[in-house]
Protein backbone atom coordinates (compact mmCIF):
# COMPACT_ATOMS: atom_id res chain seq x y z
CA UNK A 1 0.00 0.00 0.00
CA UNK A 2 1.24 3.61 -0.49
CA UNK A 3 -0.92 5.33 1.99
CA UNK A 4 0.18 8.42 3.30
CA UNK A 5 1.98 9.22 0.46
CA UNK A 6 1.50 11.85 -2.24
CA UNK A 7 2.09 11.10 -5.91
CA UNK A 8 3.03 13.67 -8.84
CA UNK A 9 2.31 12.04 -12.03
CA UNK A 10 3.24 13.98 -15.33
CA UNK A 11 0.87 13.21 -18.82
CA UNK A 12 -1.55 11.58 -15.82
CA UNK A 13 -4.65 12.92 -17.56
CA UNK A 14 -4.55 9.74 -20.40
CA UNK A 15 -3.08 6.17 -21.14
CA UNK A 16 -0.28 4.70 -19.12
CA UNK A 17 -0.28 7.76 -17.12
CA UNK A 18 -3.58 7.70 -16.56
CA UNK A 19 -3.55 3.87 -15.55
CA UNK A 20 -0.27 4.42 -12.81
CA UNK A 21 -2.57 7.41 -11.68
CA UNK A 22 -5.45 4.96 -10.75
CA UNK A 23 -3.46 2.14 -9.41
CA UNK A 24 -1.88 4.57 -7.42
CA UNK A 25 -4.88 5.87 -5.49
CA UNK A 26 -6.18 2.36 -5.44
CA UNK A 27 -3.37 1.97 -3.06
CA UNK A 28 -4.21 4.87 -1.13
CA UNK A 29 -1.49 7.64 -2.39
CA UNK A 30 -2.71 11.27 -3.01
CA UNK A 31 -2.55 12.05 -6.29
CA UNK A 32 -1.56 15.20 -8.16
CA UNK A 33 -1.46 15.18 -12.12
CA UNK A 34 0.07 17.03 -14.47
CA UNK A 35 -1.92 17.51 -17.78
CA UNK A 36 -1.38 19.28 -21.29
CA UNK A 37 -4.41 20.22 -23.46
CA UNK A 38 -7.19 17.67 -22.17
CA UNK A 39 -8.93 18.96 -19.38
CA UNK A 40 -12.06 16.71 -19.40
CA UNK A 41 -9.99 13.66 -19.47
CA UNK A 42 -7.95 15.16 -16.91
CA UNK A 43 -11.02 15.68 -14.53
CA UNK A 44 -12.16 12.25 -14.79
CA UNK A 45 -9.12 10.97 -13.54
CA UNK A 46 -9.41 13.06 -10.49
CA UNK A 47 -12.42 11.99 -9.90
CA UNK A 48 -11.98 8.37 -10.20
CA UNK A 49 -9.02 8.63 -7.51
CA UNK A 50 -11.47 10.66 -5.45
CA UNK A 51 -13.82 8.03 -5.40
CA UNK A 52 -10.80 5.93 -3.80
CA UNK A 53 -10.92 7.97 -0.52
CA UNK A 54 -7.42 9.52 -1.76
CA UNK A 55 -6.98 13.66 -2.30
CA UNK A 56 -6.39 14.28 -6.02
CA UNK A 57 -6.02 17.49 -8.15
CA UNK A 58 -5.00 17.84 -11.67
CA UNK A 59 -2.64 21.01 -12.65
CA UNK A 60 -2.24 22.11 -16.32
CA UNK A 61 1.43 22.49 -17.45
CA UNK A 62 3.40 22.30 -20.25
CA UNK A 63 6.39 20.21 -19.35
CA UNK A 64 8.80 21.47 -21.43
CA UNK A 65 8.66 24.84 -20.22
CA UNK A 66 10.24 25.77 -17.18
CA UNK A 67 9.01 28.30 -15.74
CA UNK A 68 5.38 26.94 -15.63
CA UNK A 69 7.10 23.63 -14.23
CA UNK A 70 8.47 25.83 -11.22
CA UNK A 71 5.31 27.69 -11.00
CA UNK A 72 2.96 24.49 -11.25
CA UNK A 73 5.06 22.31 -8.87
CA UNK A 74 4.69 25.22 -5.94
CA UNK A 75 0.83 24.98 -6.48
CA UNK A 76 1.01 21.59 -6.16
CA UNK A 77 3.37 21.78 -2.94
CA UNK A 78 0.95 24.40 -1.63
CA UNK A 79 -1.80 22.11 -1.72
CA UNK A 80 -0.10 18.86 -0.81
CA UNK A 81 2.62 19.99 1.55
CA UNK A 82 5.43 17.53 0.48
CA UNK A 83 5.81 15.11 -2.57
CA UNK A 84 7.14 11.11 -2.07
CA UNK A 85 6.92 9.83 -5.47
CA UNK A 86 7.41 11.73 -8.88
CA UNK A 87 6.45 9.98 -12.06
CA UNK A 88 7.79 11.64 -15.18
CA UNK A 89 5.63 10.21 -17.65
CA UNK A 90 4.50 13.19 -20.10
CA UNK A 91 5.71 12.15 -23.39
CA UNK A 92 5.08 12.80 -27.05
CA UNK A 93 6.04 11.93 -30.59
CA UNK A 94 7.05 13.43 -33.52
CA UNK A 95 8.35 10.45 -36.33
CA UNK A 96 9.89 11.13 -39.44
CA UNK A 97 13.03 9.69 -40.68
CA UNK A 98 16.12 11.43 -39.46
CA UNK A 99 16.63 13.14 -43.08
CA UNK A 100 13.84 14.70 -43.24
CA UNK A 101 13.31 15.73 -39.54
CA UNK A 102 13.31 19.47 -38.44
CA UNK A 103 14.75 21.31 -35.58
CA UNK A 104 10.91 21.89 -33.98
CA UNK A 105 10.83 18.05 -34.29
CA UNK A 106 14.02 17.52 -31.89
CA UNK A 107 13.21 20.49 -29.70
CA UNK A 108 9.56 19.45 -29.21
CA UNK A 109 10.39 15.76 -28.42
CA UNK A 110 13.59 16.52 -26.51
CA UNK A 111 11.36 19.54 -24.24
CA UNK A 112 8.48 17.17 -23.34
CA UNK A 113 10.09 13.85 -22.69
CA UNK A 114 13.80 14.52 -21.35
CA UNK A 115 13.88 18.12 -20.00
CA UNK A 116 10.38 17.94 -19.26
CA UNK A 117 11.64 15.24 -16.44
CA UNK A 118 14.41 17.25 -15.85
CA UNK A 119 12.29 20.31 -14.78
CA UNK A 120 9.96 18.90 -12.41
CA UNK A 121 12.72 16.51 -10.80
CA UNK A 122 14.57 20.10 -10.36
CA UNK A 123 11.72 21.56 -8.52
CA UNK A 124 10.46 18.97 -6.61
CA UNK A 125 14.17 17.78 -5.70
CA UNK A 126 13.73 19.28 -2.14
CA UNK A 127 10.88 17.51 -1.09
CA UNK A 128 11.35 14.83 -2.64
CA UNK A 129 14.73 14.52 -0.45
CA UNK A 130 12.68 15.14 2.42
CA UNK A 131 10.38 12.16 2.35
CA UNK A 132 10.85 8.71 3.70
CA UNK A 133 9.93 7.10 1.19
CA UNK A 134 11.18 9.20 -2.11
CA UNK A 135 11.17 7.80 -5.53
CA UNK A 136 11.80 9.00 -8.74
CA UNK A 137 10.28 6.91 -11.46
CA UNK A 138 11.23 7.74 -15.37
CA UNK A 139 8.81 6.51 -18.15
CA UNK A 140 11.49 5.65 -20.62
CA UNK A 141 11.16 3.37 -23.66
CA UNK A 142 12.32 0.04 -25.13
CA UNK A 143 13.31 2.31 -28.21
CA UNK A 144 15.80 4.08 -26.12
CA UNK A 145 17.73 1.05 -25.32
CA UNK A 146 17.35 -0.62 -28.90
CA UNK A 147 17.41 2.55 -31.11
CA UNK A 148 14.37 2.93 -33.93
CA UNK A 149 14.16 4.09 -37.42
CA UNK A 150 11.58 7.27 -37.66
CA UNK A 151 12.08 7.74 -33.89
CA UNK A 152 15.80 9.16 -34.10
CA UNK A 153 14.49 12.16 -31.60
CA UNK A 154 12.27 10.18 -29.35
CA UNK A 155 14.81 7.15 -28.84
CA UNK A 156 17.57 10.19 -28.08
CA UNK A 157 15.46 11.80 -25.67
CA UNK A 158 14.74 8.26 -24.16
CA UNK A 159 18.10 7.14 -23.69
CA UNK A 160 18.87 10.21 -22.28
CA UNK A 161 16.23 9.39 -19.48
CA UNK A 162 18.08 6.55 -18.54
CA UNK A 163 21.61 8.66 -18.36
CA UNK A 164 19.85 11.07 -16.33
CA UNK A 165 18.45 8.43 -13.92
CA UNK A 166 21.51 6.68 -13.47
CA UNK A 167 23.24 10.49 -12.44
CA UNK A 168 20.26 11.24 -9.76
CA UNK A 169 19.73 7.75 -8.20
CA UNK A 170 23.49 8.43 -7.39
CA UNK A 171 23.26 11.80 -5.80
CA UNK A 172 19.59 11.11 -4.38
CA UNK A 173 21.40 7.65 -2.79
CA UNK A 174 22.40 9.28 0.43
CA UNK A 175 19.07 10.27 1.18
CA UNK A 176 17.72 6.81 0.28
CA UNK A 177 15.60 8.44 -2.46
CA UNK A 178 15.43 5.78 -5.41
CA UNK A 179 15.62 6.76 -9.24
CA UNK A 180 14.42 3.95 -11.53
CA UNK A 181 13.20 3.70 -15.14
CA UNK A 182 10.38 1.77 -16.78
CA UNK A 183 11.04 1.24 -20.76
CA UNK A 184 7.72 0.02 -21.81
CA UNK A 185 7.71 -1.95 -25.30
CA UNK A 186 4.54 -1.61 -27.39
CA UNK A 187 1.58 -0.48 -24.91
CA UNK A 188 -2.38 -0.11 -26.36
CA UNK A 189 -2.85 3.81 -25.67
CA UNK A 190 -3.67 7.09 -28.16
CA UNK A 191 0.13 7.64 -28.61
CA UNK A 192 0.20 4.01 -30.85
CA UNK A 193 -3.66 3.92 -31.72
CA UNK A 194 -2.75 5.87 -35.10
CA UNK A 195 -0.16 2.81 -36.04
CA UNK A 196 -1.50 1.58 -39.22
CA UNK A 197 -3.02 -2.40 -38.67
CA UNK A 198 0.59 -3.69 -40.69
CA UNK A 199 3.17 -1.73 -38.41
CA UNK A 200 0.64 -2.94 -35.34
CA UNK A 201 0.97 -6.36 -36.71
CA UNK A 202 4.47 -6.12 -37.21
CA UNK A 203 5.37 -4.88 -34.13
CA UNK A 204 3.17 -7.11 -31.94
CA UNK A 205 5.23 -9.94 -34.22
CA UNK A 206 8.17 -8.97 -32.57
CA UNK A 207 6.94 -9.73 -28.90
CA UNK A 208 7.23 -13.10 -27.56
CA UNK A 209 4.48 -13.01 -25.50
CA UNK A 210 2.82 -12.28 -28.66
CA UNK A 211 0.51 -9.28 -27.66
CA UNK A 212 1.16 -5.88 -27.05
CA UNK A 213 0.81 -4.33 -23.73
CA UNK A 214 -1.95 -2.44 -21.49
CA UNK A 215 -1.37 0.95 -19.50
CA UNK A 216 -1.60 -1.85 -16.41
CA UNK A 217 1.13 -3.79 -16.97
CA UNK A 218 3.28 -0.60 -16.84
CA UNK A 219 1.01 0.62 -13.89
CA UNK A 220 1.93 -2.99 -11.84
CA UNK A 221 5.66 -2.01 -12.33
CA UNK A 222 5.48 1.36 -11.21
CA UNK A 223 3.31 0.52 -8.52
CA UNK A 224 6.46 -2.08 -7.11
CA UNK A 225 9.31 0.95 -7.75
CA UNK A 226 7.10 3.35 -5.59
CA UNK A 227 6.39 0.56 -2.64
CA UNK A 228 8.40 -0.18 0.42
CA UNK A 229 9.54 -3.88 -1.36
CA UNK A 230 11.52 -1.97 -3.63
CA UNK A 231 13.28 0.19 -1.35
CA UNK A 232 16.74 -0.80 -2.49
CA UNK A 233 16.56 -1.07 -6.10
CA UNK A 234 17.88 2.09 -7.50
CA UNK A 235 19.21 3.36 -11.01
CA UNK A 236 17.62 0.41 -12.55
CA UNK A 237 16.08 -0.07 -16.04
CA UNK A 238 12.73 -2.42 -15.85
CA UNK A 239 11.36 -3.42 -18.99
CA UNK A 240 7.73 -4.07 -19.33
CA UNK A 241 7.62 -5.09 -23.24
CA UNK A 242 6.42 -8.53 -23.34
CA UNK A 243 10.32 -9.98 -23.64
CA UNK A 244 10.38 -7.61 -27.27
CA UNK A 245 14.28 -6.63 -25.82
CA UNK A 246 16.01 -8.85 -23.82
P1 LIG B 1 -0.53 9.22 -24.52
O1 LIG B 1 -0.32 9.96 -25.79
O2 LIG B 1 -1.66 8.28 -24.38
O3 LIG B 1 -0.61 10.26 -23.30
C1 LIG B 1 0.37 11.27 -23.20
C2 LIG B 1 0.19 12.01 -21.90
O4 LIG B 1 1.23 13.02 -21.81
C3 LIG B 1 -1.14 12.76 -21.83
O5 LIG B 1 -1.59 12.72 -20.49
C4 LIG B 1 -0.76 14.18 -22.22
O6 LIG B 1 -1.60 15.19 -21.66
C5 LIG B 1 0.64 14.29 -21.61
N1 LIG B 1 1.44 15.31 -22.27
C6 LIG B 1 1.79 15.39 -23.58
N2 LIG B 1 2.53 16.50 -23.79
C7 LIG B 1 2.63 17.13 -22.60
C8 LIG B 1 3.26 18.34 -22.18
N3 LIG B 1 3.93 19.13 -23.03
N4 LIG B 1 3.16 18.70 -20.88
C9 LIG B 1 2.47 17.92 -20.01
N5 LIG B 1 1.87 16.77 -20.33
C10 LIG B 1 1.95 16.39 -21.62
O7 LIG B 1 0.87 8.48 -24.24
P2 LIG B 1 1.20 7.07 -23.56
O8 LIG B 1 0.37 6.86 -22.38
O9 LIG B 1 1.27 6.05 -24.62
O10 LIG B 1 2.72 7.34 -23.13
C11 LIG B 1 3.09 7.69 -21.79
C12 LIG B 1 4.61 7.63 -21.69
O11 LIG B 1 5.04 6.30 -21.99
C13 LIG B 1 5.32 8.53 -22.68
O12 LIG B 1 6.47 9.09 -22.07
C14 LIG B 1 5.71 7.60 -23.80
O13 LIG B 1 6.82 8.06 -24.50
C15 LIG B 1 6.01 6.34 -23.01
N6 LIG B 1 5.95 5.12 -23.79
C16 LIG B 1 4.80 4.74 -24.43
C17 LIG B 1 4.77 3.57 -25.17
C18 LIG B 1 3.55 3.10 -25.90
O14 LIG B 1 3.67 2.10 -26.65
N7 LIG B 1 2.40 3.71 -25.72
C19 LIG B 1 5.97 2.73 -25.29
C20 LIG B 1 7.11 3.20 -24.57
C21 LIG B 1 7.09 4.36 -23.85
P3 LIG B 1 -3.02 15.61 -22.39
O15 LIG B 1 -3.96 14.47 -22.13
O16 LIG B 1 -3.45 16.84 -21.68
O17 LIG B 1 -2.70 15.81 -23.82
Redesign the pocket.
Known sequence: MLTTRTAVI??????????IATEYARQGCDIA???????E??TEVVRQAQQCGVRAQAY??????WAATQTTCQRILADFSAVDILV??????HDNLFMRMSEADID?VL???LK?AMAMTRHLTPTLLKSAHGRVIN?????GLMGNPGQAN?AA??AGLIGFTKSIAREFASRSVTCNV????????????GLPESATEKLTSLVPLKR??A?ED?AGAAVFLASDQASYITGQVIQV?GGMRM
Open positions: TGGSRGIGRALVYHGNEAAQCDVSDNNAGIVEGVNGISSVVYAKIAPGFIATDMTATGPVD
